[in-house]
C-alpha cells in the first residue's frame, strides 16, 4: 500500500470541478483508492464522496493506493493534485 | 406598481412578460415490484439516457457559455456514474422490492442532505445539483417530456431558482432575464446570467403567483429592482435607459474584433488593467489585445500569510494560458503602508506615499521578490508573461532586479524547470524615471507610465485630500510633456512604452496620445471599446496639423 498526504492549495478547496477531474484521474486505476480527510475515509473514485469531505485550503487529505498497480497510481495522482489542487 | 428588490447578479434593463417557472416536479409514488433485475435494468437504461442528455446539455453550454461554465455538466455525468449514489439505488431496489423512481428520489434526498448539511456555503449550493441530476432521472423514468418549458414570446423569467441544466435548456432567445427568489451568487445561474451578459437578480422576494405571472414587468439590473404592471412614467423612464444602453452596445460590438488603427494607419494596441483573476472574462468580452497592467497585490492582501510560489504559479499559470498568445504584464508586488498585509510586519509611516513600498520592499526582502519572480518565470513557458516593475527612480535600481532576476533564471534552469524568456521592464511613475528614461529605456524592453502615482509625485499633490481638489489638473503640461518626452526615448532605443494609469482611458487625451506616439493604452475593460472607436476616426497627421 501506497500513501500520499497532501496540503491543499486550491484557494477554492475540492470544489466540484477539481473533485470531477480527481475522479476521472484515479478511475484510470484499478486499485482501490481512498481519500482520506481527518476521520473520514471517502472512496476516491466516487464524486459524492470527495466533495462530501469538504477540504478546503490548508487541509491535509490522505490518500491511500492498494492494488497490482499502486505505484503508478501514487505517481499520477501525486502530480494531479500538486498541478490541480 | 409593484417594487421588488434583490441582490444584482448582471446590470441592463430587461421590459418584458413575467413568466413564472414552475419545476416539472415528478411526483413519485413508492411501489412494490417483483422482478427487481428488471427494475435495474430499467434504471440502467434511464441513467444511460440521463447521461446522453447532459453530454447534449455540455456540447450546447460549450458553445453558448463557455468552457469553465459548461464543466457543471460534465459533473453532473460524473455524479451520475458515482458508485455510492448508484449503490444506494441498487439497494433500496432489491432490498425493498420497490420501483426504481422511490428509489433515486430517497437517494437524492440523502445525498442532497449530506451537502446540506455542510458548513461551507459552496458545498450546500451543490445539494441543487443532486436535485438536479435525480429529478433529470425521475423525468426519464417516467417517460414525461423534459422539464424544458417553451416560451412563446420573449420574457422575464421568475423562478424560485433555477437549476444549471434548467438554465441552460431555456432557449436563449425567449430569455430577456432572470429574477429568482433563492440562489447565490455563486449559483450557476448567477454565472451564466453574467456570462450570457442579460439583466438578472437573485434573492427577491417575489411571490410566484397570478399577482406576477403574465404581467408586464421591468428589471433594472443595475439598480436590483423589478417593476411588476410598472405605472407609464416609470415604463418611459426605463424604456429610454434601455434604449440608450442598447445604442451604446451595439455601437460598440460593430467595434468588435476590429484592428485599433487610425485612418492614416498607425497603430495602438489597446489593452486591459486588472486587478483580479474573476476580471479575466470581461477582458475576453471586451476584446482586449492583452492585459496591460495584472496588480498581483490582489493575491497579497487576500491572504493571511506570503503567498508562495506554487499558490502563485498557478494564478500567473492561469492567466496566461487564458490569454493565450495575448500580452499578459504582471507588475510585481506594489504595496506599501496604505496597500498593507499584516503578515508583512509593516511599520507605520508618516508618508507612505514616498515610504516603503513596492521595489523598496522587494529590493531589500529579496526573498519575497524572488518567490515572486521564480512562479512569473515558471508561469512565462504557458503564455506570453511580460514582468513589469513598480516605483523605479533610477538605473542602480533596475540593475539590481535583473541581477536578482537573473539569478532565478539560472536557478531554475539548473533544477530543470521549465521557463519561458518573459519581457521585462519598468513604470514609469516618478518624475526621476522621467528625466533618465533616455538611460533606463538600454535597460528594459517596455515603459509603462503610470499616471496616478506620476501625477502626484510632479504636481506634489496628495490625490487623498481634497481640499487640494481645486490645484490638481489631470491635463497639466507637464505631465503631458513627461508622457511625450518618455515615448521619444524609449523609441529612440526601440522600445515600446504604453500608459497604464487612469489617464490612458481619457478620451479627451486619446487624439494627443496617438500624436505622441504612446504604443499602448492599458484602461478598465469597458473602455476598451469606446477607445478603439475614436482610435478608428482619428486621422493622426490632420490633428497634428491642426494643433
Redesign the interface.
Given at each position: 500500500m501506497r500513501e500520499l498526504k497532501y496540503v491543499i492549495?486550491?484557494?477554492?478547496?475540492i470544489?466540484?470541478?477539481p473533485?470531477?477531474l480527481l475522479?476521472?484521474a484515479v478511475k484510470d486505476f484499478s486499485s482501490e483508492i481512498k481519500i482520506k480527510k481527518g476521520e473520514k475515509a471517502m472512496?476516491c473514485?466516487?464524486?459524492?464522496?470527495v466533495?462530501?469531505l469538504?477540504a478546503?485550503k490548508g487541509d491535509e487529505v490522505t490518500l491511500t493506493f492498494e492494488g497490482a498497480d499502486e505505484d503508478a497510481a501514487y505517481d499520477a495522482i501525486s502530480k494531479f493534485m500538486?498541478e490541480n489542487l | 406598481m409593484e417594487i421588488y428588490k434583490g441582490k444584482s447578479v448582471f446590470g441592463g434593463i430587461a421590459i418584458g412578460k413575467i413568466r413564472v417557472y414552475r419545476k416539472g416536479k415528478q411526483q413519485v409514488k413508492r411501489q412494490r415490484v417483483t422482478d427487481t433485475d428488471a427494475e435495474m435494468a430499467r434504471y440502467r437504461a434511464a441513467k444511460e439516457e440521463a447521461v446522453r442528455q447532459l453530454q447534449g446539455l455540455y456540447e450546447k453550454a460549450l458553445k453558448e457559455v463557455g468552457e469553465a461554465n459548461a464543466a457543471i455538466f460534465e459533473v453532473h455525468q460524473m455524479m451520475l456514474d458515482d458508485d455510492d449514489y448508484n449503490a444506494s439505488v441498487e439497494h433500496i431496489v432489491c432490498s425493498q422490492e420497490v420501483n426504481a423512481e422511490y428509489a433515486v428520489a430517497a437517494t437524492g434526498d440523502n445525498f442532497a442532505q449530506m451537502f446540506a448539511s455542510m458548513d461551507d456555503d459552496y458545498m450546500k449550493e451543490r445539494a441543487a445539483d443532486v436535485h438536479d441530476i435525480s429529478e433529470r432521472l425521475l423525468t426519464i423514468l417516467n417517460g414525461a417530456d423534459s422539464a424544458a418549458a417553451d416560451a412563446g414570446e420573449p420574457a422575464i423569467i421568475a423562478a424560485d431558482d433555477l437549476a444549471p441544466s434548467e438554465t441552460v435548456q431555456l432557449d436563449k432567445d425567449q430569455v430577456l432575464s432572470f429574477v429568482t427568489v433563492h440562489g447565490s451568487l455563486n449559483s450557476h445561474t448567477a454565472i451564466l446570467a453574467r456570462t450570457m451578459a442579460i439583466p438578472a437578480l437573485i434573492g427577491t422576494p417575489l411571490p410566484l403567483d397570478e399577482t406576477v405571472d403574465g404581467r408586464l414587468g421591468i428589471v433594472d439590473g443595475s439598480a436590483g429592482v423589478i417593476y411588476v404592471d410598472p405605472d407609464e412614467a416609470t415604463l418611459a423612464a426605463m424604456r429610454e435607459k434601455q434604449q440608450a444602453e442598447k445604442q451604446k452596445k451595439e455601437l460598440l460590438q460593430t467595434l468588435k474584433g476590429k484592428e485599433n488603427i487610425t485612418l492614416d494607419g498607425q497603430k495602438v494596441m489597446l489593452y486591459a488593467n486588472i486587478g483580479n483573476i474573476k476580471d479575466l472574462a470581461t477582458v475576453l468580452q471586451n476584446d482586449a489585445g492583452g492585459i496591460g497592467l495584472f496588480r498581483s497585490e490582489f493575491i497579497y492582501l487576500e491572504s493571511d500569510h506570503y503567498p508562495t510560489e506554487e499558490e502563485q504559479f498557478r494564478i500567473y499559470k492561469q492567466v496566461a494560458e487564458t490569454m493565450g498568445n495575448k500580452r499578459v504584464i504582471i507588475r510585481t508586488l506594489d504595496i506599501g503602508a496604505d496597500k498593507k498585509c499584516d503578515y508583512f510586519g509593516m511599520e507605520p509611516e508618516e508618508n507612505p506615499a514616498l515610504g516603503y513600498r513596492a521595489i523598496r520592499i522587494c529590493l531589500t526582502r529579496p526573498e519575497v521578490f524572488k518567490t515572486q519572480l521564480r512562479a512569473l518565470f515558471r508561469a512565462s513557458a504557458f503564455g506570453k508573461i511580460a514582468i513589469m516593475y513598480p516605483m523605479i527612480t533610477g538605473i542602480q535600481e533596475v540593475r539590481q532586479i535583473k541581477q536578482i532576476a537573473e539569478e532565478v533564471r539560472k536557478e531554475l534552469t539548473e533544477q530543470g524547470i521549465a521557463i519561458g524568456d518573459p519581457e521585462q521592464g519598468i513604470m514609469i511613475e516618478t518624475p526621476a524615471a522621467v528625466m533618465v528614461s533616455d538611460m533606463l529605456a538600454k535597460e528594459v524592453d517596455f515603459f509603462s507610465i503610470g499616471t496616478n502615482d506620476l501625477t502626484q509625485y510632479t504636481l506634489a499633490i496628495d490625490r487623498q485630500n481634497t481640499k487640494l481638489d481645486a490645484f490638481y489638473d489631470a491635463h497639466h503640461p507637464a505631465i503631458l510633456r513627461m508622457i511625450s518626452m518618455v515615448v521619444e526615448n524609449a523609441h529612440k532605443a526601440g522600445i515600446w512604452a504604453g500608459i497604464c494609469g487612469e489617464l490612458g482611458a481619457d478620451q479627451t487625451l486619446t487624439r494627443e496620445f496617438l500624436a505622441m506616439g504612446v504604443d499602448e493604452l492599458s484602461v478598465s475593460p469597458g473602455s476598451i471599446l469606446p477607445i478603439r472607436k475614436i482610435v478608428l476616426e482619428t486621422d493622426v497627421g490632420a490633428y497634428k496639423a491642426g494643433k
Amino acid at each position: 500500500m501506497r500513501e500520499l498526504k497532501y496540503v491543499i492549495t486550491d484557494p477554492e478547496g475540492i470544489h466540484a470541478r477539481p473533485a470531477g477531474l480527481l475522479v476521472k484521474a484515479v478511475k484510470d486505476f484499478s486499485s482501490e483508492i481512498k481519500i482520506k480527510k481527518g476521520e473520514k475515509a471517502m472512496n476516491c473514485k466516487a464524486i459524492f464522496g470527495v466533495m462530501g469531505l469538504g477540504a478546503k485550503k490548508g487541509d491535509e487529505v490522505t490518500l491511500t493506493f492498494e492494488g497490482a498497480d499502486e505505484d503508478a497510481a501514487y505517481d499520477a495522482i501525486s502530480k494531479f493534485m500538486q498541478e490541480n489542487l | 406598481m409593484e417594487i421588488y428588490k434583490g441582490k444584482s447578479v448582471f446590470g441592463g434593463i430587461a421590459i418584458g412578460k413575467i413568466r413564472v417557472y414552475r419545476k416539472g416536479k415528478q411526483q413519485v409514488k413508492r411501489q412494490r415490484v417483483t422482478d427487481t433485475d428488471a427494475e435495474m435494468a430499467r434504471y440502467r437504461a434511464a441513467k444511460e439516457e440521463a447521461v446522453r442528455q447532459l453530454q447534449g446539455l455540455y456540447e450546447k453550454a460549450l458553445k453558448e457559455v463557455g468552457e469553465a461554465n459548461a464543466a457543471i455538466f460534465e459533473v453532473h455525468q460524473m455524479m451520475l456514474d458515482d458508485d455510492d449514489y448508484n449503490a444506494s439505488v441498487e439497494h433500496i431496489v432489491c432490498s425493498q422490492e420497490v420501483n426504481a423512481e422511490y428509489a433515486v428520489a430517497a437517494t437524492g434526498d440523502n445525498f442532497a442532505q449530506m451537502f446540506a448539511s455542510m458548513d461551507d456555503d459552496y458545498m450546500k449550493e451543490r445539494a441543487a445539483d443532486v436535485h438536479d441530476i435525480s429529478e433529470r432521472l425521475l423525468t426519464i423514468l417516467n417517460g414525461a417530456d423534459s422539464a424544458a418549458a417553451d416560451a412563446g414570446e420573449p420574457a422575464i423569467i421568475a423562478a424560485d431558482d433555477l437549476a444549471p441544466s434548467e438554465t441552460v435548456q431555456l432557449d436563449k432567445d425567449q430569455v430577456l432575464s432572470f429574477v429568482t427568489v433563492h440562489g447565490s451568487l455563486n449559483s450557476h445561474t448567477a454565472i451564466l446570467a453574467r456570462t450570457m451578459a442579460i439583466p438578472a437578480l437573485i434573492g427577491t422576494p417575489l411571490p410566484l403567483d397570478e399577482t406576477v405571472d403574465g404581467r408586464l414587468g421591468i428589471v433594472d439590473g443595475s439598480a436590483g429592482v423589478i417593476y411588476v404592471d410598472p405605472d407609464e412614467a416609470t415604463l418611459a423612464a426605463m424604456r429610454e435607459k434601455q434604449q440608450a444602453e442598447k445604442q451604446k452596445k451595439e455601437l460598440l460590438q460593430t467595434l468588435k474584433g476590429k484592428e485599433n488603427i487610425t485612418l492614416d494607419g498607425q497603430k495602438v494596441m489597446l489593452y486591459a488593467n486588472i486587478g483580479n483573476i474573476k476580471d479575466l472574462a470581461t477582458v475576453l468580452q471586451n476584446d482586449a489585445g492583452g492585459i496591460g497592467l495584472f496588480r498581483s497585490e490582489f493575491i497579497y492582501l487576500e491572504s493571511d500569510h506570503y503567498p508562495t510560489e506554487e499558490e502563485q504559479f498557478r494564478i500567473y499559470k492561469q492567466v496566461a494560458e487564458t490569454m493565450g498568445n495575448k500580452r499578459v504584464i504582471i507588475r510585481t508586488l506594489d504595496i506599501g503602508a496604505d496597500k498593507k498585509c499584516d503578515y508583512f510586519g509593516m511599520e507605520p509611516e508618516e508618508n507612505p506615499a514616498l515610504g516603503y513600498r513596492a521595489i523598496r520592499i522587494c529590493l531589500t526582502r529579496p526573498e519575497v521578490f524572488k518567490t515572486q519572480l521564480r512562479a512569473l518565470f515558471r508561469a512565462s513557458a504557458f503564455g506570453k508573461i511580460a514582468i513589469m516593475y513598480p516605483m523605479i527612480t533610477g538605473i542602480q535600481e533596475v540593475r539590481q532586479i535583473k541581477q536578482i532576476a537573473e539569478e532565478v533564471r539560472k536557478e531554475l534552469t539548473e533544477q530543470g524547470i521549465a521557463i519561458g524568456d518573459p519581457e521585462q521592464g519598468i513604470m514609469i511613475e516618478t518624475p526621476a524615471a522621467v528625466m533618465v528614461s533616455d538611460m533606463l529605456a538600454k535597460e528594459v524592453d517596455f515603459f509603462s507610465i503610470g499616471t496616478n502615482d506620476l501625477t502626484q509625485y510632479t504636481l506634489a499633490i496628495d490625490r487623498q485630500n481634497t481640499k487640494l481638489d481645486a490645484f490638481y489638473d489631470a491635463h497639466h503640461p507637464a505631465i503631458l510633456r513627461m508622457i511625450s518626452m518618455v515615448v521619444e526615448n524609449a523609441h529612440k532605443a526601440g522600445i515600446w512604452a504604453g500608459i497604464c494609469g487612469e489617464l490612458g482611458a481619457d478620451q479627451t487625451l486619446t487624439r494627443e496620445f496617438l500624436a505622441m506616439g504612446v504604443d499602448e493604452l492599458s484602461v478598465s475593460p469597458g473602455s476598451i471599446l469606446p477607445i478603439r472607436k475614436i482610435v478608428l476616426e482619428t486621422d493622426v497627421g490632420a490633428y497634428k496639423a491642426g494643433k
